[in-house]
């Protein structure tokens, strides 16, 4: 019997990452996770260190990969800090994880044949003039601004795939991913749902940026798992947009929150951060006919997944 595949996922004990390991060992792969967790927990994947087939080695993909990736034949580059919080406190090193990780990734894909699924983002639109954002859309970004290192080093992750893609034939598939949530994101880690969540479970004031009017659209992580299983299968190198269409203001989010969790909070406003978008939601139209794919869990229903998943972490950390 031959040794089943191996399939790399760079920030593997992440949110999105740990889920991804997941799904691909129910679907029979070996799994290298990597992760210098810097943001990633290896509790995450704890219910996965006994699987024969899974393994997590602490690398940072600024460095040098470890020789097991040599193996892979597919590498999924998720590694990077997600919420702004956590990038803009060391910018320098999200910069570089975004841009020479992904070099190095596609270094060694260009060596062995494998092929590369690149984690890209939503703010590579910036705070856009058009909407809702088409793959098309060339974005309105400020490349010295405090969130630069993230949208800057992700679009220059994506230019570096295509010139792989061009030069070497590395074989691409790079996918926009649009606020996903859901169990395991982490209690501090600044993203706005887990933020509502967590000052909502502690009875303490919701912390809204600027009106509150501002626009989101957010993405169950199961959703945004199947997309990208769904995208690295394809013969489509993308860019797709992988997000809910259905666009929600920060308040109307809040007030979801309040309701699910009971919570007496009330409601805090402070100045919008530099470059915050005001509006944000993908056009999935491309995403919806290479992939035959779109969201299906409710924003409601996420939300009580995760509310469950924080109010435990919550409980632990007590």
Same mark, same amino acid.
């Given at each position: 019997? /031959? ?7 760079? %920030? ?23 992760? *210098? ?16 087939? =899974? ?15 040599? %193996? ?49 983002? /939503? ?54 991913? =649009? ?8 209690? %501090? ?43 690295? *299968? ?34 805090? =406003? ?30 409601? *229903? ?17």
């Amino acid at each position: 019997m /031959s040794e089943a595949p191996l399939a790399v996922v760079t %920030g593997g004990a992440g949110f999105l990452g740990s889920h991804l390991c997941e799904r691909l060992l129910d679907a029979g792969w070996r799994v290298l996770a990597l992760d *210098d967790l810097s943001t990633g927990d290896e509790r995450n994947v704890w219910a996965l260190q006994d699987h024969p087939c =899974f393994t997590l080695l602490r690398a940072d993909v600024t460095q040098a990969l470890p020789a097991a990736a040599a %193996g892979a034949r597919r590498f999924f580059n998720l590694a990077c800090p997600a919420s702004p919080a956590q990038y803009q406190r060391s910018p320098v090193q999200t910069t570089l994880t975004s841009v020479i990780g992904a070099w190095h990734v596609l270094a060694l894909a260009h060596r062995t044949g494998a092929r590369v699924f690149q984690a890209s983002t /939503s703010e590579v639109y910036g705070d856009p003039l058009e909407h809702p954002q088409a793959e098309s859309y060339r974005g309105h970004v400020n490349p010295i601004g405090p969130r630069s290192c993230y949208d800057e080093g992700k679009r220059c992750a994506e230019t570096l795939c295509f010139a792989y893609h061009r030069e070497h034939r590395v074989e691409i598939r790079i996918g926009r991913l =649009f606020n996903s949530y859901g169990p395991r994101l982490r209690p %501090g880690d600044g993203r706005v749902v887990s933020n509502f969540i967590v000052q909502a479970l502690r009875n303490e004031p919701l912390t809204v940026y600027g009106s509150g009017q501002q626009t989101r659209s957010f993405c169950y992580v199961d959703d945004t798992i199947e997309a990208i299983w769904r995208l690295m *299968d394809s013969e489509v190198e993308g860019p797709l947009n992988i997000g809910s269409p259905v666009e929600h203001t920060v308040l109307e989010l809040a007030e979801l929150v309040l309701r699910l969790t009971g919570s007496r909070s009330k409601l805090e =406003f402070r100045a919008l951060p530099a470059d915050d978008p005001h509006r944000r939601c993908p056009d999935i139209s491309r995403t919806r006919r290479h992939l035959q794919w779109e969201p299906h869990v409710s924003l409601e *229903d996420g939300l009580r997944e995760t509310i469950v998943h924080l109010r435990r972490e919550l409980m632990v950390n007590a």
